[in-house]
DNA sequence: TGAGATATGTAGCTTAGGATACAGAGGGCA
DNA sequence: TGCCCTCTGTATCCTAAGCTACATATCTCA
């Protein structure tokens, strides 16, 4: 099953649906950095992430980033679906945020399972619903708060247990749409106030409480 | 079958389909500018527009709104589709933009009605990734023009086969997230280039060319 | 080990957008 | 018909955010 047992609507199939599953599924592995679907592109299936991470984003017509959101493992790349269903263009870039792993299914096979088997008709309307709150919730984060606010959200967020961010100034100006210069100035005044520590390619949250008053503020 | 023989989905439906859908489906009928789902609602069906217009919006801290998008007749409220599926509470608000009626399929019956129609499934995943399309542009918008580009996006998108759009300036500003006197403050540069006439209500495009060059820009 | 590439930090300047305030026009209703 | 409410238009001021430029630090690799 390529992996795909980790999800648990794949273990739910009937025998019948896993073999029509193994039949088409295949596995690819890529490097992190790498644009693995360009806007536009005519996708071929449904793509699932084992293990790495996926980011989808969009570029502004002057050249910035900005993150739409991020797939992790263990969730489908639901654009990828769209396009199965509805033969649209893919709307956004895919790139791989780390070495990542991707179950690709066919869009034939996945729209066989998706006909007959019941777990993959859930899994489909969770993906899809799923993905329609988070962007809602990046909208509405995009509307209404500074920019400020949105750093400190998106430290607070993605960084790891430890309070670790591992991404450059660059990267995290290419998630939240914005330039590399805002990010540090806005890193330095978080510095200066003792909330965060910054060195090259990473950020340590010192005092997540004052991080969350900035989102409140 | 309360004016869902609009919905082709519906009118697919086996007869034991139609039997289900005619227990349970009921009508509303609501005026215009009111607020029909609160953000954190518990919302109890699936609703469908039959006339009329809904608005999916939301408020910044600062108590200005922004459209998130719009429900036209023989669509569906895909949240609350979401809500039916994944108990998750509502994240927006809903309006009524004109007088509208509703058909609402209540949640046990639509989900009956998904398990056992393909027409269903079918309609329920293109409502729901056609709403993600629709989010991801938005977002690409928000992210990526300024705000007299979106504007004059907004006044083309929306105006009528005539060329007017008949909304307060008032409401523009509540539907792409800015003040009513930066929308009067940019439309008054339109007009004063030509391109538009402003009157009490209502905007009146007279250069659709030199609108889409502003978004081009 | 050092060159070169990448990342960080900062400065100066400009413009977009929002906040606040207020005046006047248009329309509805008693 | 006139009052009042709603809508439009404009002015002034301020700050956030972006652009451009450049210096310095860090890391990789030959």
């Known amino acids: 099953m390529a992996g795909l047992d980790k999800v648990a609507a794949f273990r739910a199939l009937s025998e019948r649906g896993k073999a029509l599953l193994n039949q088409g599924v295949t596995t690819h592995r890529f490097k992190g950095g790498n644009v693995i679907i360009d806007k536009g592109q005519d996708v071929s299936g449904a793509y699932f992430v084992l293990e790495g991470r996926l980011r989808v984003f969009t570029y502004t017509p002057a050249g910035r980033e900005a993150t739409l959101y991020l ?127 910054t060195s090259r390619g990473a950020v340590r949250i010192v005092k997540r409480t004052a991080l969350a008053a900035i989102i409140k503020s």
Chains 1, 2 share one sequence.
């Open 71 to 197: 797939i992790e493992p263990g969730e489908t790349c639901i654009l990828a679906l769209n396009s199965l269903f509805n033969r649209l263009l893919y709307p956004a870039w895919v790139q791989t945020e780390k070495a990542t792993t991707v179950a690709v299914v066919p869009g034939p096979v996945y729209r066989g399972l998706f006909e007959s088997e019941p777990s993959v008709q859930g899994l489909t309307v969770e993906a899809l619903s799923t993905l329609v709150f988070r962007l809602m919730a990046e909208l509405e984060q995009v509307h209404s708060h500074r920019l400020d606010q949105r750093l400190a959200s998106f430290l607070l967020v993605h960084a790891q247990e430890g309070g670790t961010l591992q991404r450059t100034q660059q990267e995290i100006a290419g998630h939240i749409g914005t330039t590399r210069e805002m990010v540090a100035r806005l890193l330095g005044r978080m510095a200066k106030q003792g909330w965060i520590e």
